[in-house]
């Protein structure tokens, strides 16, 4: 299976947990590429790490994803052939 | 009293999750959300009055009501209880792939190679030569067929149409800065066609300007705003508090615009100082601006990391408001959880609702602890011949010169609409006009200021009910337009 890049967010009281931050380091195949105060970024199997996070009930996992800047200018869709 | 207009179902809950207990609801929340336990008539209080609710499911006696309510109740509630949350009811269906459909080439006559026209793109001040301009051509607009590119030093730009001489449909060109856009129809071009293009007039009275006029000095002090977006560049007109880059790789302290210019011409319009017409004032000039660059040198896009990064760190420097000109794509639970968690630290996100033509408020716009922001235009605040003369469209308002732009999205989680079609503000080393959700709304987040500043609401504890007050005060000041809700929410901030 294809790795995949993912953004875990804690959501609990305090300071992230370093035992939740060891669980995840740890998990096969698992690296955590950036991390933030309350935010890691993980480069991991979906499915594993998802069964991980379901047991780690104050974070939030989510692909990581691209958002742009809404533009209003107009654009050719197809050149001509 | 209703106005005739049909009531619709909503799902009511406390601000945060499906239940309301202990400190996550306000006890009027708590205390609604139980009294409404039994399908009926019910009443929330809102200042000077209640709103007429009815019943239809409960989930609990503490948890979430199936009502209905008619549109105007809709709009006091959400302005006047912001601990409570309403969303539509969604019905989904099951997903059908979209009929096939082809879209013609444009094919040259004869032999089959194609041929390039090279058009000049200059201004109408002593026919100097404009750069970087981007031009679009269609040769078949409804096809979307045709060619485009940008400008060189010499204004020239290739254009791979098929022909030496050709008819185009429709000819956009959007410079990069100091001048109108300019959209021409029906327009036979050929190597050597010239498109002349208007300087700027910074005394001009654009959309923002009609709107909010020329703010005083020190308008909106006291309030801190935040600009997740492509950097703020350093400009005569601005003032830049701090901020932070929160792009993995790149250095923490280069908060400066990264070549797109969107986010130095958003903080611009929430804050520029300038003095028409040697420059621009924005809708709040006194606030504390602080620019937080979440997209990548030249990038055009950002990471929902980077974004929620940027949330966080506007929520330490004690933001009170934070503009977020960008959206699209999937909902994401980690940017959701960032806004929310903004929210609970007394922290207001306000987002553009998208400009994908009256498709739905884009994510995160729709998400409920943020306010999403749609696109008003106003005839007479452009040339006739500038691209956002393409944007005017249905519906109209009371005053039948202002309009709901076609780019804006739109749906029922709309908050308030602003100012955002051919707006002048400030960019890297000058000034430019464009069209937006992107401009509209840091002119709500500039009204938003000047609705807040000075109030008690900026003393209060950073937490939730820091945030409902906010919100309230925000929504206070908007008065409709006469578009309809799902158009501009509550309508346009009348904050002075």
């Keep these: 299976m294809a790795k995949g890049r993912f953004v875990l967010r804690y959501r609990g009281e305090g300071v992230v947990p370093d035992a939740d931050v060891t669980r995840v380091q740890q998990l096969p195949g698992a690296v955590v590429v950036d991390s933030s105060a309350r935010m890691l970024v993980v480069e991991a199997d979906a499915g594993p790490l998802r069964a991980l996070v379901d047991g780690l009930p104050d974070w939030v996992l989510a692909p990581e994803q691209a958002f742009v800047v809404p533009d209003v200018r107009q654009k050719i869709e197809r050149p001509p052939t | ?496």
């Excluded at chain 2, 067929?145 to 959007?174: C, F, H, M, P, W």
């Design chain 2, 1 to 496: 009293m209703t106005n005739g207009a049909e009531s619709g179902q909503y799902v009511l809950l406390p601000r945060q999750g499906l239940r309301a207990k202990g400190t996550t609801a306000s006890p009027e929340a708590q205390e609604f959300l139980r009294m409404a336990d039994a399908p009926g008539p019910q009443a929330v209080a809102v200042d000077g009055g209640q709103v007429s609710v009815q019943v239809i499911d409960s989930i609990g006696p503490d948890g979430a009501k199936l009502v209905e309510l008619a549109p105007e109740d809709v709009l006091a509630l959400r302005a006047q209880r912001p601990d409570l949350r309403l969303v539509p009811v969604v019905y989904y269906q099951p997903a059908v792939a979209p009929p096939q459909h082809i879209e013609s080439g444009v094919t040259g006559k004869g032999a089959a190679a194609a041929a390039d026209i090279t058009l000049q793109v200059v201004s109408k001040k002593g026919s100097a030569p404009i750069a970087n301009a981007f031009v679009v051509a269609f040769v078949d607009f409804k096809a979307r067929t045709g060619a485009q590119g940008v400008t060189d030093e010499d204004g020239n730009v290739s254009l791979a149409l098929g022909q030496a001489s050709i008819k185009l449909q429709r000819l956009y060109v959007y410079p990069l800065d100091a001048h109108w856009s300019i959209i021409k129809k029906n327009l036979t071009v050929k190597t050597g066609t010239q498109v002349v293009l208007t300087p700027l007039d910074l005394g001009y009275t654009d959309g923002l300007r009609h709107f909010y006029g020329n703010a005083a000095e020190g308008v909106g002090a006291g309030v801190t705003v935040g600009v997740i977006d492509t950097g703020v560049a350093a400009h005569p007109d601005l003032v830049i508090a701090g901020g932070a880059n929160t792009v993995p790789g790149e250095d923490p302290k280069d908060f400066g615009d990264n070549g797109k210019s969107h986010g130095t011409h958003v903080a611009g319009i929430i804050a520029a100082r300038g003095t028409p017409p040697t420059g621009l004032r924005g809708v709040a000039p006194g606030v504390k601006l602080m620019a937080y660059r979440v997209f990548g040198k030249n990038q055009g896009s950002a990471s929902s990391f980077a974004i929620a990064k940027a949330i966080d760190k506007a929520v330490a420097d004690k933001c009170d408001l934070v503009n977020m000109s960008l959206g699209g794509g999937q909902p994401d639970p980690v940017m959701k959880a960032a806004i929310d968690d903004a929210w609970a630290a007394g922290t207001l996100c306000i987002v553009a609702a998208g400009n994908d033509d009256r498709s739905p408020i884009s994510f995160p716009a729709f998400e409920d602890t943020a306010l999403a922001v749609s696109a008003t235009g106003r005839k007479g605040t452009f040339p006739t011949s500038a691209a956002a003369a393409d944007e005017v469209a249905a519906p109209y308002g009371t005053d039948k010169n202002n309009f709901i732009a076609k780019f804006s999205n739109v749906g029922p989680q709309m908050d308030l609409t602003g100012p955002g079609v051919s707006i002048m503000s400030t960019v890297p080393g000058s000034y430019a006009e464009i069209s937006g959700t992107s401009m509209a709304c840091p002119a709500a987040t500039g009204a938003a200021a000047r609705a807040i500043a000075g109030t008690p609401v900026i003393k209060m504890k950073r937490n939730a009910r820091r945030t409902e007050a906010i919100v309230k005060a925000v929504l206070a000041a908007a008065k409709p337009l006469g578009f309809g809700p799902t158009f501009e929410g509550l309508g346009i901030s009348e904050a002075q």
